[in-house]
C-alpha cells in the first residue's frame, strides 16, 4: 500500500512540476517527513527528479523550435556543473543546519513571490 501513495506523492510532485508551482518543494518534504529519507538525500532525489523532468520538457521545447539551441546548451552545462558544485558544498555542511538554510530559502523565496505577484 505504500507504494501507492508513493506513486500518487511523485505524480503529484511530477504533476506541480510540470505547471512550474515548485513539485520539487513538496518532493524533498515527502522524502524527508513522510519517507524519513535524509535531507541532503532528499534534495540529491529531487535534482535527479527535477533534471529528468527538465530534459523531457527542453527536448519538446527544441523539438518545437520554441527555444534557441547553443543558449540553452550553455545555460543546461553550467547549471549541471552548478549542481554538482552545490552537491559537494552541501556534503561538507552538516545535515542540520542544510536542513535550516534549505527551510529558510523556501520561506525567502515564498515571501519574494508572494509581493512579486502584485506588481504585474
Not at 524527508?32 to 535527479?48: D, H, K, P, R, Y
Not at 556534503?91 to 505577484?117: S, T, Y
Amino acid at each position: 500500500m505504500s507504494y501507492v501513495f508513493d506513486f500518487a506523492a511523485a505524480l503529484l510532485a511530477a504533476a506541480l512540476t510540470g505547471m512550474g508551482v515548485g513539485g520539487g518543494g513538496i518532493l524533498v518534504l515527502w522524502l524527508t517527513f513522510v519517507m524519513g529519507v535524509e535531507q541532503l538525500s532528499a534534495q540529491g532525489i529531487n535534482i535527479v527528479f527535477y533534471i529528468c523532468a527538465s530534459a523531457a520538457s527542453l527536448i519538446v521545447h527544441i523539438k518545437n523550435r520554441k527555444l534557441p539551441v547553443v543558449p540553452v546548451l550553455i545555460m543546461a552545462g553550467t547549471g549541471a556543473v552548478g549542481a554538482v558544485g552545490g552537491c559537494i558544498v552541501a556534503d561538507i555542511i552538516e545535515a542540520d543546519l542544510l536542513r535550516r538554510l534549505f527551510g529558510g530559502l523556501l520561506a525567502v523565496a515564498g515571501v519574494v513571490l508572494l509581493f512579486r505577484r502584485g506588481e504585474n
